[in-house]
Every structure is written in structure tokens, then in C-alpha cells.
């Protein structure tokens, strides 16, 4: 027996059963592998506090992320001397720290570790970075010279500069809220790194 599936297309009955066999496993492996990807992704999920991204400190942490990057990628590619050493040191450690922070607080851990004082310690880390950056700032725009590239490093590390400067006010804010409703008997419902 020949059947015809379209024009001109014409498969015998054996064929016909291989072909049906065929579409159902592939429709059932799809079926799985949807299944399989769902958990994965409600995994990340939990793992993940996804929202924090949209707190102001979260805003603040992925700028300076960016922003610092951009920094000592203009000093990086170029040859470098005297005081781009300390603007790279600034850059990236505060970089590295950054991360580290963002990560940290993504995962929640700022709700499970409660010994540390977390806003008093946002508000102590934005500070001094953008003290640091603001120092490096000046210097690498005092010595970039003729160089465009290290006054284009210059004006990213002031945007920095910049970027902290916001984030250790959102911290200040927040740890003065915080401050400030404790032993006043008044509950106040809060959560780190948002303000």
C-alpha cells in the first residue's frame, strides 16, 4: 500500500509507521527536555535574588561594575607608568570587591549572616572607595599627559567616582533608618540594600 503524504509524495505503510514512531519520540523528548529546563530555571531563581538589581544599591553596584571596568581596560591596553599603577590597583581591587558584594547579596547572604553589620558596612566600603576613586581620578587626569586614552580613563574613573558617591549616600540613608528606629520600641520592616 502506498499512501501520499503531499504532492507527489507517496510513502508505503512500513514507512508510514516509522514515521509516526519517529514523531512521537521527538515530541516526547521535546516534552522532556521542557521539564527538564523548568527546575533549572526555578533553581536560579532561588538561588538568586534577581530583584535586588532593582534596589537603588543594586543599580549602583552594576554602574560601578561597568564604569570601573571601563577604567582599567583604557589603562590596561595602553603602556603604563608611576601613577596608573595606583589607578589600576584602585580600579580593580574596587572592582573585585564590587563583584563580590553584588554576588553576596544576590544570594541572600546578608539575610543568613546576621553578625556582620551590613548596612554600617556598605555605608564604610562606598565611602572609602569613593575617596580612593576620587583620588585616582585626579591623578590620572593630572598625569595623562597628551595621552587621550588616560584622559578618557580619567573621566571614567570620575563617573565612578560618582557612581560610589550615590551608593555611600543610599547606604548612609539606610543606615541611619536603620539607626534610627532601634531601641524607638517602633518596627520597621526592612531589607538590605534596598532603600
Known amino acids: 500500500h502506498k499512501i501520499q503524504l503531499g504532492r507527489g509524495v507517496f510513502v508505503n505503510h512500513f514507512s508510514q509507521q516509522r514515521l509516526l514512531l519517529l514523531l512521537k519520540i521527538l515530541s516526547e523528548s521535546s516534552s522532556m527536555a521542557d521539564a527538564q529546563q523548568q527546575p533549572q530555571q526555578s533553581l536560579a531563581r532561588r538561588l538568586l535574588n534577581l530583584g535586588y538589581l532593582k534596589t537603588p544599591q543594586g543599580v549602583c553596584k552594576?554602574?560601578?561594575?561597568?564604569?570601573?571596568?571601563?577604567v582599567w581596560i583604557v589603562i590596561v591596553v595602553h603602556a603604563y607608568s608611576g601613577v596608573q599603577y595606583y589607578v589600576m590597583f584602585v580600579s580593580v581591587a574596587s572592582w573585585l570587591f564590587t563583584l563580590l558584594g553584588l554576588l553576596l547579596f544576590?544570594?541572600?547572604?546578608?539575610?543568613?549572616?546576621?553578625?556582620?553589620?551590613?548596612?554600617?558596612?556598605?555605608?564604610?566600603?562606598?565611602?572609602?572607595v569613593t575617596v580612593l576613586y576620587l583620588i585616582a581620578a585626579i591623578l590620572q587626569v593630572a598625569f595623562a599627559g597628551s595621552s587621550d586614552a588616560y584622559k578618557a580613563a580619567g573621566a571614567f574613573a570620575f563617573f565612578t567616582t560618582a557612581v560610589y558617591g550615590v551608593a555611600a549616600f543610599f547606604s548612609w540613608r539606610q543606615w541611619r533608618g536603620g539607626r534610627s528606629s532601634q531601641g524607638s520600641g517602633q518596627t520597621v520592616e526592612k531589607t538590605s540594600?534596598?532603600?
Do not use: Q, R, S
Open 193 to 195: 540594600g534596598a532603600v
Open 62 to 70: 552594576v554602574a560601578e561594575l561597568v564604569l570601573g571596568l571601563c
Open 106 to 128: 544576590m544570594l541572600g547572604a546578608h539575610e543568613k549572616v546576621k553578625f556582620i553589620p551590613w548596612d554600617y558596612t556598605e555605608l564604610g566600603y562606598n565611602t572609602g
